[in-house]
């Protein structure tokens, strides 16, 4: 296909998520592993009928539960869009085979994506039909993977990578699959560690859409700055970390997961400058605390992504471990009336 056909391939649905980026900043929902766990699930709970043989232990595959429990999920769904959320994200974070060989379940990988895809599009199109002025955005939820490809997991070898590019961006593209035919508006390669990681599923998703002629979904970009350093697992500044995956063409390029929103601020403001296109910060409620809970309370979080929003750094916000549809509302409440970020002219330079 030529440059100028890719070009002309624009969705309607990028067009309109670029249309209400630049009226309002967008919200994305909060945790969904944190409305799961207060459920209260059991071994069985997530086994249902059709796994209850299944040979080893599947409490904790959280993305299982678009299979046996749809209803959860949905409901989950509907409380972040009840909330205020524009954009909800699947419950998709480990569907791949790589992540679900861990329970022994790569074959389900595919299934689950178009499930999770799915349900979050029903959930979606019934609040857009309550309220078409604001429509309801599905993002498929690509997490960071299980395995590393910049890292070794063998301290005494640090050479040795336990899988393979081509293997990663064959486990992505599966998933890429299952969450566009299931319905997904959006991709968002989430809580980016290792970039190396993300370039494979960025490349996955070009690929995807050149093998099926369709056109190309928006996608957006969340890295996780791990610590005080500013630098991401695999050691990347966030301006490298920017530069190693703009070739993307995101909708979007942002920050999530690690660290509160206090934490997150310096870097968030950092990104907003260099970043040319729409930015996104999704931090958690404050720092886990001695148990690996989170206590920031909903009316904190929204304080801290006020300010950022009041200062012109981002475009969608929301929530991540910890938060709840409580948080998402009062941050909601709290951008409602701030115009959003504005694009900055970014000078063309070599980096």
Not at 25 to 47: S, V
Not at 89 to 100: C, D, K, L
Request: hydrophobic letters at 40%; a negative charge.
């Amino acid at each position: 296909m030529v440059l100028s056909e890719e070009k002309h391939m624009e969705t309607t649905t990028r067009k309109k998520l670029e249309e209400a980026l630049k009226e309002r900043i967008l919200i994305i929902d909060g945790a969904m592993g944190t409305m799961i766990q207060r459920h209260k699930l059991e071994e069985k709970d997530y086994r249902g009928e059709r796994f209850k043989d299944w040979p080893s232990d599947v409490k904790g595959n959280n993305d299982l539960l678009c299979l046996t429990q749809p209803a959860i999920i949905e409901g989950i769904h509907r409380q972040y869009l009840e909330a205020g959320a524009d954009i909800i994200e699947t419950n998709t974070f480990n569907s791949q085979a790589i992540s679900m060989a861990d329970y022994h379940m790569e074959e389900l990988a595919y299934e689950i994506n178009v499930a999770a895809a799915r349900i979050a599009r029903k959930a979606a199109a019934d609040y857009t039909a309550k309220d078409p002025a604001k429509p309801r955005f599905v993002a498929g939820a690509i997490g960071p993977m299980s395995k590393t490809l910049s890292l070794s997991p063998d301290v005494n070898n640090p050479g040795f990578r336990a899988v393979t590019f081509d293997e990663v961006a064959a486990a992505y593209y599966e998933q890429v699959k299952g969450l566009v035919e299931g319905g997904v508006d959006l991709l968002l390669i989430e809580t980016i560690f290792d970039t190396l990681n993300a370039k494979a599923a960025i490349f996955a998703i070009k690929k995807y859409f050149r093998d099926t002629h369709q056109p190309e979904l928006p996608i957006s970009i969340s890295g996780t700055i791990t610590d005080a350093s500013g630098r991401t697992l695999s050691g990347q500044t966030l301006e490298a970390f920017y530069v190693s995956v703009m070739h993307a063409r995101p909708l979007s390029i942002g920050l999530n997961c690690a660290l509160g929103a206090q934490e997150m601020r310096s870097h968030v403001e950092e990104l907003s400058q260099i970043a040319a296109c729409f930015t996104s910060a999704y931090p958690n409620a404050g720092l886990p605390n001695a148990m690996g809970e989170y206590d920031e309370q909903p009316e904190q979080t929204a304080h801290f992504i006020e300010e950022w929003a009041e200062k012109g750094f981002v475009n969608i916000v929301g929530g991540c471990c910890g938060t709840t549809p409580d948080h998402i509302r009062h941050i909601a409440q709290h951008v409602a009336t701030i115009k959003p970020r504005r694009l900055p002219v970014v000078e063309k330079e070599l980096v």
